[in-house]
């Protein structure tokens, strides 16, 4: 049997496993094989666009939020489309009542179109409101399903 080398999907360890074509994936082992199919799909898709293990992404998810991987000084959320277009809403709503309303008279309050203005806003995109560090929008597929990945500091 022919073998190659390669790297486990799960923890990147280099491995000699027989060459396979089509979606056999490489594994160290049972362990890694299951830990594999028990990662969550976001997690896996974080690791495709870090173009780290599987393994290392886990350890980057943030202990505060699921959707946050802190990788040293570096932050990313990663959703999909449903969830960051409701992040998004809540980011402009966020932003007239602490920027915009706040600082209108309470009398002029009740005539502030908060939905047009927030039509307005999405002219600029997602990737404006959720990526703080340079309003940017990666987009990654795995298993069907579409992450977008925005760097927040």
């Known amino acids: 049997m022919n073998t190659q080398e390669t790297e486990c999907r799960y923890c990147d360890a280099s491995i000699e496993a027989p060459f396979v074509n089509g979606d056999d994936e490489p594994f160290c082992n049972e362990d890694c094989s299951t830990s594999f199919e028990n990662a969550d799909d976001r997690v896996k898709a974080f690791a495709s666009f870090e173009g780290c293990s599987v393994q290392d992404a886990e350890g980057y998810?943030?202990?505060?939020?699921?959707?946050?991987?802190?990788?040293?000084?570096?932050?990313?959320?990663?959703?999909?489309?449903?969830?960051?277009?409701?992040?998004?809403?809540?980011?402009?709503?966020?932003?007239?009542?602490?920027?915009?309303?706040?600082?209108?008279?309470?009398?002029?309050?009740?005539?502030?179109?908060?939905?047009?203005?927030?039509?307005?806003?999405?002219?600029?995109?997602?990737?404006?409101?959720?990526?703080?560090?340079?309003?940017?929008?990666e987009e990654i597929e795995y298993n069907g399903t579409d992450f977008y990945i925005y760097r927040t500091n």
């Open 61 to 137: 998810v943030s202990s505060y939020d699921e959707q946050t991987f802190d990788i040293g000084n570096r932050s990313y959320l990663c959703v999909t489309d449903s969830e960051a277009d409701e992040l998004w809403d809540a980011d402009l709503e966020n932003y007239i009542e602490e920027c915009i309303l706040h600082e209108l008279p309470e009398q002029y309050r009740q005539y502030f179109d908060s939905e047009g203005w927030k039509d307005d806003a999405r002219m600029d995109g997602r990737a404006h409101s959720l990526n703080r560090y340079d309003g940017g929008e």
